[in-house]
C-alpha cells in the first residue's frame, strides 16, 4: 500500500472490501488447512491432534506441529506420481481445448454484430444447469450401450461398443466439454477486439488468408490464449468429480487422491498437506496469469 | 517492381474544354492523350449491398503518375470505389482494369496496388520498421534487401529514430507516415489512400498533403486519395473526380472545377458560390442573356448550349465579384445593394449584400489597403458588379 496520504478515505474503504474479504474467506481457511497439514492423525472426533486449548498454552500447542505428513508424501511415489499426472492431463486437456475452443471463437468473432449476443448466450447457457448432472450426461453418452455407440453404430462408423468410459480419454472429454466456456470467452474477447482492417492491411500487403491468420491474427489473440488456458489448466488440475464420474482406475489425479485421503481413510492432516502442496503446484502458473494480466493492462493503457 | 518513367511521351498540350484552364501543373495532362492508356480503368462499375446502389455504373480512366482524387460527402460511394481497386470489395457489375490486366477477380494479395487505410491499421505487435517491411517479406524478399528498403522508406518520411517503436508509442502524425512509409514501401504501380489525413488536426493536414505530394512526386508513383475535404482534393490532386449518390458528377483538374463547375452540386461543394436562378432571355456571340427570378439582367459569357426560355441557373463566385459604392458605368450585370454583414478575416473581407430583389449576395474583397478611403460599412447601399466571363451557366 502507497503511503500517500489521500485525503479521500472513501478509496480505502473501496480498496479494503475485496481485501477484506480474501482475508477472512481464503487466507484464514488456508491457515487452518496448513495447520491441519501441519497435525497428527487421531482416531478422535474431530480426527486430528492437537487441539488448541487455553491449559496446555500456546508453546505446548506449537511443540506438537511438525512436517511429518510432507514427508511422507514426498517419500510415497503414489503422491508424487498423482500430481506430475494430474498436471499432464491439465496441461493435454487444456491444449485439447484450446484447439476446440478457438475455431469456435474466431466464427463468434467474426459472425454478424447482430447474432453475437445470442452465440455468446449459447455459450453459457450450459451452466443454467447443474454442473454434476452435466457430467452424469456424459456417463449416458459415453458407455458401452450409451448414445455415442448408439449414434455411430447406426452411422456405421463402428461396429463394436465404445470403450472410452472410465477411461482417462473420458476425462479429457469431461474437461473439454466442461471447461470450453473459460477458454472461449477471453479468446472470444481478445479476437473480437482486433481490427478487422488489420487483416485487410496485411493482404493489401500481400500476405495470403492463411498467412495473415498466422502473421496478425495469432499473435494478438495471444493474451486472450494465455488467460484461456490459465483458466482452464488451474481449476483443472485440481479436478475431482470429472475423474471420479468418468475416469478408471488408471486415471490418477491428485484430487482424487484428496479425497480419498479425507473421506475414505479419513486422514485429515495427510488431506490437508496434499492440499497446501497443490496449491504451490499452481503457484508458477498463477503467477504468470497475474504477469500476463499486468502486461495487458499496460498495452492497453 | 520499378515505377516506368513517364513523362517520356511529351504531354500534348491541347486546350481543355471551358473559356479558362487553371491547372497547377499545366505540362501533366495525359488525360488529353488519347494515345495514352490510362493506368487503371474503371468499365461499368457498379456495386450495390443489399438492396442499396453505392456505385452507380462508373467509367473512369485514370493515368499514370496521376494525383487522383475522389471526392464527395460521406456515403456517396468513393470509399467504396476504391475499396474495389485494393480487391476488398467485389463489384456487383462491371470490369477493373490495371495496366492492361483484368484484376476484376484478383484478390487483394495479388494486386499491383498499396493501400494507406483511413484507421492505418498498423500492426499493433510489430515495431515501425516491422510494419514497413510487412510487405516485403511476404514476397521472400533477402533480409539486407529488406531492411535497405525499410531504411529508404523511412528516411523518406522521417521515422528513422521511431524505428524500433510500436505504434502506440507513437502520436498521430507519426503513425500517419509510418501508414505512408508501408505502403509505399513494396513500391507498388498505385497507391490508395482512403481519408489519409481524416485523424490530424488542421495545421497538420496542411503539412501532411504537401509531404503526399513530395512523395508522389519523388516517387513517381500513381496516387488515387479519397477524401471528402475538397481544399485537400484541390491543394493535392491533378484531377479530381466529384461523386454524389453513387455518380460520378464531373471529373476535371481542380481548376476547371472551380471555374467551370458542371452542376450547381458541384459549385456550391467546392469553395463558396452565389447562385442566380433564371430563365434565358437571349444568345448571341456566345453570350446568354438571363432574366434573373430577383429581376436583373444579367450576361454572361458562355458555352454551353442553352434556349431561349430554358430555366439555368448563373454561378458566381464571390472573389469575381466587386463591390463598391458608386454606380459602374455598364448597365449589364450591375445590382443594387445593401451590406448586411462582413465578414472580416483579416486578409480578405466577406460582404454579405441584399439585393432589391431580395437576393443575399457574397462578394469577397482583399483588404489591400491599410485604410480603405471609404470603407464599405453596415447598411451601406453599395453596386456589385462584374465581368461577363466572371460567371457560368449551369443547366442543371
Redesign the interface.
Known sequence: MSSSSSPDIRRWYVIAAPYLWLLIFFLIPFFVVFKLSLSDVATAIPPYTPIFSWSTGIWEFFSQLDFENYTFIFGDPLYINAYFSSVKIAAVATFLTLLVAYPMAYGMARAPKAWQPTLMMLVILPFWTSFLIRIYAWIAILKPEGFATLFLTKLGIISEPLQIMNTTTAVYIGIVYSYLPFMLLPLYASLEKI?P??L?????????PW?SFW??TF??SLPGVFAGCLLVFIPAVGEFVIPDLLGGSDTLMIGKTLWTEFFNNRDWPLASAVAVLLLFVLIVPIVIFQRQQQLERE?G? | MTVATASQSTPTLTPRAGPRTAAPQSGFAPWNDPKKPPIVRFEGITKRFDDFVAVKNITLDIYEREFFALLGPSGCGKSTLLRML???EKPTEGKIIVAGQDITDM?????P???M???Y?????MTVEGNIG??LR??GMPKDKIAERVDEAMGMLELRQFAKRKP?QLSGGQQQRVALA?AIA?KPRIVLLDEPLGALDKKLRQQAQFELMRIQETTGTTFIIVTHDQEEAMTVASRIAVMDKGDLVQVATPGDIYENPKTRYISGFIGDVNLFEGKVSAVADGCVEIESTEGSKLKTRSAEPVSVGQQVWLALRPEKIRISHDQPSSTVNAIPGKVEDIGYLGSISHYHVRTAGGQRITALRANAAHAVERSISWEDSVWLDWPVDAGVVLTR
Open positions: 481490427n482492417s488489420l485487410e492491411a496485411a493482404q493489401d500487403l500481400g500476405s495470403r498467412r502473421q496478425v499473435p494478438l498495452a493503457r | 485494393g480487391g476488398f484478390p487483394p494479395y495479388d494486386r496496388v498499396n493501400m487505410f483511413q484507421s491499421a498498423l500492426f499493433p505487435h510487412f510487405g511476404q514476397e502506440n508501408r513494396k
